[in-house]
Antibody, heavy 118, light 107 residues
Framework: QVQLQESGPGLVKPSETLSLTCAVS?????????WGWIRQPPGKGLEWIGN???????NYNPSLRSRVTISVDTSKNQFSLKLSSVTAADTAVYYC???????????WGQGTQVSVSP | EIVMTQSPATLSVSPGERATLSCRAS??????LAWYQQKPGQAPRLLIY???TRATGIPARFSGSGSGTEFTLTISSLQSEDFAVYYC?????????FGGGTKVEIK
């Protein structure tokens, strides 16, 4: 059973960089698939942030591309998200997920709340 | 960017009744559409992919239909555990985009 678990600070100051990690168990990232990040602001819908293939190729949402970096560490079987220059608008629950070859998300982490506040 | 519009925003249904949720794409996504269910405090759960294929373990009361720009998720007989928010997602073009959601509540 594939399981994903997000971790990282729950509070980030404005203008700083948000950093999250997603640990994967039950499947080796180096075996394939794309691995992605999705976020959900309080009381709102879902926004795709981006994803990474196990060899490192990435796709980002154009609305966030200038501030986002997703990386993968196959030795630790995890992948990470960095979002720079955060503002209050980046306050959200951040989910990591495995993306299928048909571009839907079949396995999700439980999500981690990140608040941006001084 | 493909805009996904879901309607209605809220659907009030009695247990045992049928629920019909709609999702419209701003341009054709062929059959490249997924549906998710999200309960409070939980991650979304994949229900349907390819517009009409149920994901593993999803009960047969959930069905999806449509292609191009118009899609429907039908829950044939609502159970208590089905009251939740439902999202559609287009899987056809970058960036991947989701609808705003339909909340199915108890009538």
């Amino acid at each position: 059973q594939v399981q994903l678990q997000e971790s990282g600070p729950g509070l980030v100051k404005p203008s700083e960089t948000l950093s999250l990690t997603c640990a994967v168990s039950g499947y080796s990232i180096s075996s394939g698939y794309y691995w992605g990040w999705i976020r959900q602001p309080p009381g709102k819908g879902l926004e795709w942030i981006g994803n990474i293939y196990h060899i490192g190729s990435t796709n980002y949402n154009p609305s966030l591309r200038s501030r986002v970096t997703i990386s993968v560490d196959t030795s630790k079987n995890q992948f990470s998200l960095k979002l720079s220059s955060v503002t209050a608008a980046d306050t959200a629950v951040y989910y990591c997920a495995r993306r299928s070859d048909l571009w839907y998300f079949e396995y999700w982490g439980q999500g981690t709340q990140v608040s941006v506040s001084p | 960017e493909i805009v996904m519009t879901q309607s209605p925003a809220t659907l009030s249904v009695s247990p045992g009744e049928r629920a019909t949720l709609s999702c419209r794409a701003s341009q054709s996504v062929s059959s490249n559409l997924a549906w998710y269910q999200q309960k409070p405090g939980q991650a979304p759960r994949l229900l349907i992919y390819g517009a009409s294929t149920r994901a593993t373990g999803i009960p047969a009361r959930f069905s999806g239909s449509g292609s191009g720009t118009e899609f429907t998720l039908t829950i044939s007989s609502l159970q208590s555990e089905d009251f939740a928010v439902y999202y559609c997602q287009q899987c056809d073009n970058w960036p991947l985009t989701f609808g705003g959601g339909t909340k199915v509540e108890i009538k």
